[in-house]
């Protein structure tokens, strides 16, 4: 699976738009970028995918790069529930295949 | 719906004891299931996956072993525990085409 580079952490104030840097610039024609969040003490949640569209759910949206290269996780209105470590990932996106989390980037949402 | 369980949520073990942690998943069938440790300050480490029954792939070769027992359970093992065994383990599972993973709530372990 291809590396992703993440800042460390992140700031935002409540009710803002935070938005989350990742790079992977070695990503390969049939790898998916994914986000996942962990609040601490709990199990990591899956927020959203993509291929090379732009997607968006409930929870966020997902800012796919022409080239692929780059992404950005975007939560429009972000409240302190928000606060987490938000991972990017990118893999194959069939069976069997596991997640190969990196450091994350640590979002403070602050009021 | 599907659910998974781990437990337990917190253990304290001694070095040198044996530890066993269990992780169930419901409302599914066939699972790919997987171990993950996040030790203090660190990210999340894959351990092992299984895409069946009695199929394990360990990602990092360390005192600890897995075993997929019946095709909804997944035992996470030692013998003798290390202090560096101390972290929050977690079990998740995924279908067989799924592309997301589910995640238990963990077992925060403290090896004294």
């Known amino acids: 699976d291809a590396k992703t580079t993440q800042p460390p952490s992140m700031d935002c104030a409540e009710g803002r738009a935070a938005n989350l840097p990742c790079n992977h610039s070695t990503i390969s024609g049939n790898e998916y970028v994914y986000w996942y969040r962990q609040i601490h003490s709990q199990g990591p949640q899956y927020i959203i995918h993509?291929?090379?569209n732009n997607e968006t759910n409930e929870m966020a949206s997902l800012i796919i790069t022409e080239d692929r290269k780059s992404s950005t996780l975007i939560l429009p209105h972000a409240t302190l529930r928000d606060t987490a470590v938000y991972y990017c990932i990118v893999r194959v996106g069939d069976s069997g295949y596991a997640l190969n989390f990196g450091k994350g980037t640590s979002l403070l949402v602050t009021p | 719906s599907q659910t998974i369980h781990q437990w337990p949520a917190t253990l304290v073990q001694p070095v040198g004891s044996p530890l066993s942690l269990e992780c169930t998943v419901e409302g599914t069938s066939n699972p790919n299931l997987y171990w993950y440790r996040q030790a203090a300050g660190r990210g999340l480490q894959l351990l092992f996956y299984?895409?069946?029954?009695?199929?394990i792939s360990s990602e990092v070769p360390q005192n600890l072993s897995a075993s997929r027992p019946q095709d909804r359970q997944f035992i996470l093992s030692s013998k003798k525990l290390l202090l560096s065994d101390s972290g929050f383990y977690l079990c998740a599972w995924s279908g067989m085409w799924d592309t997301e993973a589910f995640f238990g709530q963990g077992t925060r372990l403290t090896v004294v």
């Open positions: 993509g291929l090379k």
């Open positions: 299984s895409v069946g029954i009695g199929q």
